[in-house]
């Protein structure tokens, strides 16, 4: 079955420093997906992407991220200057259509801000 | 009112029991429902999308009710292998030419003892 890859699996990195993940969403899909996971929260939606645009981003999604689609196949999230409190799993999904009936998530990049 | 509201659990139901989870969802334009799956610290992973007629996948039957804004899953005979948290997860009203980022409750925990 096709998969949504992420790299790295964990990232440990300095506050204020930035921070690249990257995901390689399923080849044929058209909508692309950031969410985060603070270790015992919930899921929260990050940012979505189309048509290389955003198509939507929640208030987390501040001036200190940044989403690309450099190439035909990857999918990057950049945190600019990274904050103890955006420590979380990062997850990228990414579905064929807009309805989200299907949408696959990438198997996380743990963040770890010290 | 939180956006999609679960009983966090944890439920502890012997094997082969009949467990049920409850959802409440706080806008009434959601469209779209959804029952994911989680393993700790694991990608989600859907179960199953939630129709208005209501629908059943093998041990699995999801339930809506748009009036109360309630959602519900039944697992029958459950296994060991169904311990997990159980995620509802709603999409707004699709507004073309985009992709919603889909709103997730904190999910209910399970555990099935053998």
């Known amino acids: 079955e096709p998969e949504v890859t992420q790299t790295p699996s964990h990232q440990v990195t300095q506050m204020g420093q930035e921070v690249i993940l990257r995901c390689v969403p399923i080849?044929?899909?058209?909508?692309f997906y950031w969410y985060r996971q603070i270790l015992g929260q919930k899921v929260e939606f990050l940012v979505s992407?189309?048509?290389?645009?955003?198509?939507?981003k929640s208030e987390i999604f501040d001036d200190q991220f940044s989403v690309e689609r450099p190439d035909g196949s990857n999918f990057t999230l950049k945190i600019r200057s990274t904050k103890l409190e955006d420590s979380a799993m990062y997850f990228c999904?990414?579905?064929?259509?807009?309805?989200?009936?299907?949408?696959?998530f990438g198997s996380g990049t743990q963040l770890s801000v010290l | 009112r939180k956006e999609v509201e679960q009983d966090p659990g944890p439920f502890n139901v012997p094997e082969g029991a009949t467990v049920a989870f409850n959802c409440t969802y706080s806008n009434s334009a959601s469209q779209s429902f959804f029952w994911y799956r989680q393993d700790c610290r694991k990608e989600p992973k859907l179960l199953m999308s939630v129709y208005s007629s209501g629908n059943e996948d093998g041990r699995f039957t999801a339930q809506l009710n748009r009036a109360s804004q309630y959602i519900s899953l039944l697992i029958r005979d459950s296994k060991l292998s169904d311990s997990a948290t159980y995620l509802c997860?709603?999409?707004?009203?699709?507004?073309?030419?985009?992709?919603?980022?889909?709103?997730f409750g904190k999910g209910t925990h399970l555990i099935i003892q053998p």
């Open positions: 080849s044929n899909h058209l909508y």
């Open positions: 992407f189309y048509n290389n645009e955003i198509s939507e």
């Open positions: 997860v709603v999409n707004r009203e699709y507004s073309g030419g985009g992709a919603d980022g889909l709103t």
């Open positions: 999904a990414s579905t064929f259509g807009a309805s989200n009936e299907k949408l696959f």
